[in-house]
């Protein structure tokens, strides 16, 4: 069964830094893997989907890898701005007959500090 | 283009009474997935429809939980005897396939009292 978990937990970073939000996970038969923000009281917004095949996915100042040997994902946010101030939850999908499913990791709370 | 609603937004209640969520996907999409999101638990998945069936029910957490999708867009999920342990932030997704990039919802708030 797939685990996904987020380390850290909180990050609190100063406007204008260049920032790395980590993701691992146990099972490298892994399908895809999606990216999402959430911010409070709010649903998920999905920012970047990769999958197996890939080794990165680019959108803006985002950009998200993935290397299934290692059963990680990275997401780097250039150039962060207070706006960027949410929480970061990645979650992956398993190969074979379930891969519609999203096992969630507890995600990773950004502040982007002014 | 629209995107999945979900409603209510918020819904409280007391114990022992049943509630309906309800949750349009994204027009077209064929994939409806619940999930829930609670303090500390994260994260996790409910069931999901492909089309009208559900083959997968596998996450819904006891058997006061049901869900059904009709016309292959609008989904119920529905909570008999609600409990305190139910309440949680009910998020819905849908996805052009099975294994797409899932779009979200924003969730419904429940508050069992």
């Known amino acids: 069964k797939q685990e996904v978990t987020q380390i850290p937990a909180a990050l609190s970073v100063p406007e204008g830094e260049n920032l790395v939000l980590n993701c691992s996970f146990t099972?490298?038969?892994?399908?895809?893997l999606q990216w999402f923000r959430q911010d409070p009281g709010k649903g998920l917004t999905s920012l970047l989907l990769?999958?197996?095949?890939?080794r990165e996915q680019t959108s803006g100042r985002l950009n998200a890898s993935l290397d299934k040997s290692s059963g990680r994902s990275t997401l780097y946010i250039a150039a962060s701005q207070p706006g960027d101030s949410a929480t970061y939850l990645c979650?992956?999908?398993?190969?074979?007959?379930?891969?519609?499913?999203?096992?969630f990791g507890k995600g990773t709370l950004l502040t982007v500090n002014p | 283009g629209a995107g999945v609603s979900q409603s209510p937004s918020n819904k409280v209640t007391e114990k022992g009474k049943d509630v309906e969520l309800r949750c349009d996907p994204i027009?077209?999409?064929?994939?409806l997935y619940w999930y829930r999101q609670s303090l500390g638990q994260g994260l996790e998945f409910l069931i999901y429809?492909?089309?009208?069936?559900?083959?997968?029910k596998s996450g819904l957490p006891s058997d006061r939980f049901s869900a059904e999708r009709t016309g292959g867009s609008v989904s119920t999920l529905t909570i008999q005897r609600t409990q305190q342990e139910d309440s949680a932030v009910y998020l819905c997704?849908?996805?052009?396939?099975?294994?797409?990039?899932?779009?979200f919802g924003p969730g419904t708030r429940l508050t069992v009292l």
């Open positions: 997704a849908s996805s052009l396939s099975p294994g797409g990039e899932q779009f």
């Open positions: 099972d490298s038969a892994i399908y895809n």
């Open positions: 990769i999958q197996s095949s890939q």
């Open positions: 979650a992956g999908r398993d190969s074979g007959g379930s891969n519609y499913k999203l096992t």
């Open positions: 027009s077209g999409h064929t994939a």
């Open positions: 429809f492909q089309g009208n069936s559900a083959p997968d």
